[in-house]
């Protein structure tokens, strides 16, 4: 039995005893009078918790465990020069026998590779029958321990709400622990890229051509490598004023078109007309952009005597405007709606029209909201990468001219990071230190919007 068809069978089994254990509780209740503690589906729950955990966490034990252990014993069919090499010789001598264990041949294989692929072969084996083995026991014997404990005075209820509440401070653990893994993932990569460049050159750098590694490749012509992040970062900030220039003034006044003026039957047609624009693919606007925007933004500016690139930032800035449109009219349409009517009633009454009510005071009181909104929407512009690459190109031009082309931090990540690199050299490093500053920068913006929110919050009853 493979490992997914155990998990669906320890779910199996987890259901069963559900369903045994609400029967038990149900009998138990008709029979004492309704004397019974908890409800019946929480003995339920309980008998199937009881079943399912504690085999899912030992089936989620072997399956991380057993690689760890199996790349342990395979160092003993290792030759000692592989053995006494650093830590690149292993990595490659366990790729070979990777390779073996998943059938890829590339030419002879080395006896001792071959072994230690045959050996590994046999151990998952015997993996799969002891996973089996054990974790069905455990599902087994831990739902009938926990069947077995259900009677009239048994708080089901308590330790399933228990059990709950861990689960959910678990998950928020990964979702924590993920981000910090993050971080110091880009932060460690990071800091051997400024051994190799200084964190001056790079952090107020003027020009970025990474393309040169060093005079003494072939073809170099002897020029050397520049980092400096300042021409992505313009580029980045260029795109994303131009976006927010038009999502802002579009989606905001949507929002309170659709929230004050809109007729239900308009709103219910408009609204979801309006969100389906987030569901767009970025590579769909980046086609757009590349093949309707940038030439019409190209013959417009020709035609006024400028000159403008055949791929710039205003085409790609246009097009990102309209993708988060609905970031910033769906969330402000919200947060408008959840201004208590009383203070609209309140204005009407003291003489205010509709355009003065909401100008004066249902805009102020959702102003919290309607920053985060843009806040978020900052946040995507800044990250959005199918549009640039395919509408602004990746010149890394330091201007502020939105009818050239530049590029932005994301587009050059995706660029270095494209294909096999060597993760040795600063070339590819650099995108883990670009990655970094951008994570500062978003982390940055969401501090300001929430020092925002807090001053300009009300609490309304």
Known sequence: MSFTNLMLTVLVISALYFIAGQRVARALRSNNAGKLHSLPHYHGVWAAVTSALPA??????????????FQFWARDYFPEDVMNGDTVDRAIALAKVSNVINGISFGEVEPWVQAAGDAWIRWDANAIVVANSLVLAVSLVGGLLGYRRINLAFRSRNYVERILTWMLIGSSLVAILTTIGIVLSVLFESIR??????????????????QFEGAERAGSGGGTATYGMVP????TFLISAIALTVAIPIGLFSAIYLAEYATPRIRGIVKPLLEILAGVPTVVYGFFAALTVAPFVKSVGESMGLEVASESALAAGLVMGVMIIPFISSLSDDVINAVPQSLRDAAYGLGSTRSEAVRQVVLPAALPGIVAAVIL?????????????????LAANLSFNPLDAVTTVTSQIVTIL?????????????????ALMLIITTLALNYFALQIVKKYREQYD
Do not use: H
Not at 56 to 69: P, Q, R, Y
Not at 232 to 235: A, L, P, T
Not at 377 to 393: F, L
């Open 377 to 393: 929407a900052v946040s995507r512009a800044v990250g959005e990468t199918m549009i640039v690459v395919m509408a602004a190109g």
């Open 418 to 434: 494209v294909g096999d690199q060597e993760f040795e050299s600063a070339k590819t490093l650099s995108a883990f230190a670009l």
């Open 193 to 210: 890229f400024f051994k190799l460049i200084p964190p001056q050159d790079f952090l107020f750098g003027l020009e970025w051509n990474p």
């Open 56 to 69: 899912l966490f030992v089936l989620l034990t072997i399956l991380i465990g057993k690689d760890l252990l």
């Open 232 to 235: 992505m970062f313009v580029g």
